[in-house]
């Protein structure tokens, strides 16, 4: 079975810093996509990036980039130059062969002014 | 981008009550929509997955009779919580995915239950 393992809970990062949040996972099938969503206090999922398996390139959505290293089956967020509105849970999520998608625990980034 | 309408946003109820959740597509045709439940600090727990004009599919320990879902257009979803008690509130988020791009799913704004 499929498994997705965020392993920061919490971070705290100061404004205008770059900032990794950690994602891995555990799947033997060669076909999958990997997705990271905001959750701000007021509670609602947004979509940040995604990345396919067959993807050559890192995916990147303006500050948002995804390090993914296949091999090492890890999908980490990198988000530049953070932003107060940065603070948020953050999830990763991992989407199997049946487009659901499995999710990670989640990790709560405060950015500090 | 896609948007996904929820209704109501937050609800109060006596336990022993029926409450009605609606998910509506707003832009697009939902193929597929999920409902999941969120436990404080907790990540998201997928309770089913509908799609339009057939029984939806309850995750293993999700009581199909106790919590209802209908998906009887390509744009609205409802999730009907019966006889509610306390232990039943949470926050409730359902997802719809059209097929498009990169077949990501786009959220509601989610619905706080409270069981009193």
């Known amino acids: 079975a499929q498994k997705i393992t965020q392993t920061q809970p919490g971070m705290f990062v100061q404004e205008k810093e770059a900032v990794t949040l950690d994602c891995t996972y555990d799947t033997s099938d060669p076909s999958y996509g990997l997705f990271w969503y905001k959750q701000p206090s007021s509670g609602e999922m947004i979509f940040l990036i995604y990345q396919g398996s067959y993807d050559q390139q890192n995916a990147t959505e303006g500050r948002y980039s995804l390090n993914f290293q296949k091999a090492r089956k890890s999908a980490n967020l990198v988000i530049s130059a953070s932003q107060l509105g940065d603070s948020a849970m953050y999830f990763c999520a991992f989407r199997d062969s049946n487009y659901q998608l499995i999710w990670g625990a989640g990790t709560k980034l405060i950015i500090k002014p | 981008g896609a948007v996904v309408s929820q209704h109501p946003s937050r609800v109060i109820c006596k336990s022993g009550t029926s409450v009605k959740i609606e998910c509506r597509s707003l832009d697009f045709q939902a193929t597929t929509m999920f409902w999941y439940r969120q436990f404080p600090k907790k990540s998201l727990m997928l309770m089913a997955t509908?799609?339009?004009?057939?029984?939806?599919?309850?995750e293993q320990g999700v009581e199909k009779d106790k919590f209802l879902i209908n998906h009887a257009s390509l744009t609205l979803s409802t999730l009907t919580v019966t006889s509610a008690h306390p232990e039943d509130s949470s926050f409730y988020i359902c997802?719809?995915?059209?097929?498009?791009?990169?077949?990501?799913?786009?959220f509601g704004p989610g619905t706080r239950l409270t069981v009193l």
């Open positions: 509908s799609n339009e004009g057939s029984k939806a599919t309850y």
């Open positions: 997802s719809a995915t059209g097929g498009q791009g990169h077949n990501e799913q786009f």
